[in-house]
């Protein structure tokens, strides 16, 4: 037993000694090892693209007081229409006076300048680069202008990958030659390139090992979308600065965006610095999966970076960090003439004890630590005094960590959160029926124990709505979300949830498939799965009515419609709009004004969205008695797809394919023992629409031919003793819409019929 007791007794303290080193690492910083210089750490804004960022969300993304993110570069889009040009200058300069570095990327040249005249794809002309070089220092000079002169600008954003929105191929040789050309005259101006989707070096290598090309090059920018991230000892040897421009994770769904990936995001960057980038940039400061959240909050992942930026500002140096080799946990260190930052990274999952060495110090004897976890968010832990060049300190598990002799921007030690009170839940009627009711937002209750409450952020259902305590605002029907998060004076948070529900006491809704309505024959019904009913119509390319409708039926889609309560409409449609090119329908009820139903959010998805005049901040209502309506939707471009339509005084937002359209006309069953219909396709029938003539091909071959009205009912009727492929019919029909049905023993198929 002895023997045992005395076996087992050695084994725990062998047990104990692994546990103390599994749980204890040293990290030695040496303040004389210099590596590069660090320019920043940043985001993108594109108000071109997505809502611009307001007064408040600049100071809360490039502020460096508690409770915002300290970012010091912002990187704006180079617009190709110089008309657009003022759309990035109101971030920018908030920005500048901020202090921040900013920086232009170009993501197409003028389509007139291009290959193929479009905004995505083709190539620059090389007899228009010195046009080109004119937008790039019209556009610089332009935003010198108005307050936000650049730092730096991009000759090309992601040159070397194929894409499907605004973009431009380059090879080396080109992006050489404009170089060559033109790069002496971005004098006061810094040129970024090549800012390839990957780093790949083949591209900036070419650039750099070309001595003419090479002198007009300040930056060597680029990406790391799946590849790309390691050192460039051949930019550095030519005096370049590396940066690494844009990067983004967990924009598949909001659900995606964990601490966990938010603490890779520490790692990716504790990566970049330590391949000697000398800044970082972000993609959309603000986003659901970005630095803030469409709520208007600063996101884990914003939490992360300002454990970076807000204490390693540029003119900071990167100085050697050398942890011991145990896995998860990595460290990279800064300095300037006074300071002396360190960042930790910890990817265990238990905390670990740290012993920290600094060689040639400066005369650094304090640090304050400040930590960022899946509960805390760049929270003071307190201050540590360093002895003899040395000290110990334990880093949260899963956590980021920094230890800087600068911590006024972190907030204060031992801060006790504030508490926010959104009011109770509130449930009303509409009883005026405009589809909304005034609602009061009241946050004034909310207390901080300790100190100040200096920012109320308002959400309504994920939205930001606004930073005042209290918010008047006009409320939809149904039922939804508002949170109220604020913050303290020490940048600690803390969110409370209102439910708010608006009753409709109104009861119609109308819905209507656009190939079932009076479909002009500019128009072309096309099949797709995913549509409702299978079916959509747009026009043909090129057809466009960019300037005003027209009144000739052939370009209209009509649909009559009844309503029996008076009140206020509102009409949705379930569309595609790819792009801000193809964005837009015209649309008219009854006799009113025609609404020019523009700025369709962007989407190569099927999505809903009701009508507006001329932008989404001027939503129409109809005010309709009682009876019968007709409303006319008439084409403006000609990418834009309608599949569906929904008319309604309930005020509820449509989703998905929505309910069955009761108008459609029924095709009548040929065979109940024939298999299902086969795809349109197979069969052709020409021309569509018709007048008095109309040719059918079927490559299978048929033996039954049918010409069936809107209504259902058999109009023509034609059997075969063996089957036809071809036939040409002479027609004698009233304008509207057919369906002409083909059968044989083994299938069937049916297509529409437009008949002028």
């Not at 990936?261 to 610095?273: F, K, N, P, Q």
């Amino acid at each position: 037993m002895k023997k045992t007791e005395k076996r087992y007794l050695g084994i725990c303290i062998v047990l104990l000694g692994l546990t103390r080193l599994v749980n204890a690492q040293s990290v030695t910083i040496d303040m004389d090892s210099v590596y590069q210089s660090i320019s920043g750490f940043g985001g993108v804004n594109m108000p071109g693209w997505i809502e611009d960022l307001s007064e408040d969300l600049v100071d809360k993304a490039f502020g460096n007081d508690p409770g915002q993110i300290g970012l010091t570069i912002l990187r704006i889009r180079v617009p190709n229409d110089t008309t657009q040009f003022y759309r990035e200058v109101p971030t920018a300069v908030l920005a500048k006076n901020q202090g921040v570095t900013i920086m232009g990327s170009p993501w197409s040249p003028p389509a007139s300048l291009k290959s193929n005249n479009n905004l995505v794809g083709g190539y620059l002309l090389p007899e228009n680069y010195g046009a080109y070089a004119d937008h790039l220092l019209g556009f610089a000079t332009y935003m010198n202008n108005n307050g936000a002169s650049l730092h730096s600008i991009s000759i090309q954003n992601e040159p070397d990958v194929q894409v499907d929105y605004e973009s431009c191929d380059w090879y080396a040789s080109q992006m050489i030659e404009f170089l060559e050309e033109q790069g002496s005259r971005f004098d006061t101006l810094k040129i970024i390139a090549p800012e390839s989707f990957q780093f790949r070096r083949p591209l900036s290598d070419s650039i750099l090992n070309d001595p003419e090309a090479e002198q007009h090059v300040d930056i060597i920018g680029g990406h790391i979308y799946g590849g790309g991230l390691f050192d460039y000892p051949l930019a550095r040897e030519q005096g370049k600065e590396v940066w690494m421009t844009e990067h983004l994770t967990g924009s598949s769904s909001p659900e995606a965006n964990t601490w966990l990936l938010a603490l890779a995001l520490s790692t990716e960057i504790t990566d970049c610095m330590k391949a000697n980038f000398n800044a970082y940039v972000w993609w959309y400061i603000r986003r659901f999966y970005g630095l803030i959240t469409d709520d208007g909050n600063i996101s884990k992942k914003g939490y992360v970076i300002s454990q970076f930026t807000k204490f390693i500002r540029p003119g900071a140096v990167r100085v050697n960090a050398i942890p011991d080799a145990l896995p998860g946990v990595d460290a990279t260190a800064y300095k300037t003439d006074t300071s002396l930052i360190i960042v930790v990274v910890n990817n265990n999952s238990t905390e670990v004890s740290l012993d920290f060495t600094i060689q040639n110090n400066s005369g650094i004897d304090t640090l304050t630590q400040l930590t960022t976890s899946e509960t805390k968010n760049v929270e003071n832990q307190g201050g540590i005094s360093i002895t003899a060049d040395a000290f110990s300190a334990t880093v949260d598990s899963k956590s980021i960590t920094t230890f800087t002799s600068h911590a006024g921007m972190g907030g204060k030690f031992n801060n006790v959160p504030p508490v926010a009170y959104a009011g109770e839940d509130i449930e009303v009627d509409d009883l005026d029926g405009n589809s909304v009711d005034t609602i009061l937002l009241d946050g004034s209750g909310s207390t901080d124990s300790d100190g100040t409450i200096i920012n109320y952020s308002w959400s309504f259902n994920g939205q930001h709505l606004g930073w005042e305590d209290s918010i008047i605002f006009a409320a939809p029907i149904g039922e939804h979300v508002a949170v109220l998060t604020v913050t303290d004076d020490d940048g600690a948070t803390h969110s409370d949830t209102l439910n708010i529900i608006i009753n409709t006491i109104f009861n119609t809704a109308l819905w209507f498939e656009s190939e079932c309505g009076q479909v002009g024959s500019t128009w072309e019904i096309h099949s797709d799965n995913n549509a409702s009913n299978g079916e959509y119509i747009t026009t043909p390319a090129g057809t466009e009515l960019i300037d005003g409708p027209s009144s000739d039926p052939a370009d209209q889609l009509v649909i009559s419609f009844q309503v029996d309560e008076i009140g206020l409409y509102k009409v949705w449609g379930r569309v595609i709009t790819p792009n801000a090119n193809d964005d837009s329908f015209w649309v008219q009820v009854d006799a009113s004004s025609w609404a020019m139903w523009n700025s369709i959010p962007a989407s190569s998805a099927w999505h809903w969205d009701d009508v507006h005049d001329g932008g989404n901040d001027n939503p129409v209502d109809y005010d309709l008695e009682a009876g019968e309506h007709t409303l006319r939707i008439c084409y403006r471009e000609d990418g834009a797809l309608l599949d569906k339509i929904y008319i309604s005084n309930t005020g509820i937002i449509p989703t998905g394919l929505g309910e069955v359209d009761e108008t459609c006309p029924d095709i009548p069953d040929l065979d109940n023992s024939a298999k299902p219909f086969n795809e349109l396709q197979e069969m052709r029938l020409y021309p569509n629409p018709a007048s008095d003539k109309i040719h059918i091909n079927w490559s299978i071959g048929y033996t039954t031919l049918m010409l069936v009205g809107i209504d259902g009912r058999t109009m023509f009727q034609k059997d075969y003793a063996a089957p036809v492929q071809n036939v040409s019919l002479d027609m004698n029909l009233e304008s509207g819409m057919y369906f002409i049905l083909l059968s044989n023993k083994e299938t069937r198929v049916v297509s529409k019929l437009i008949i002028e």
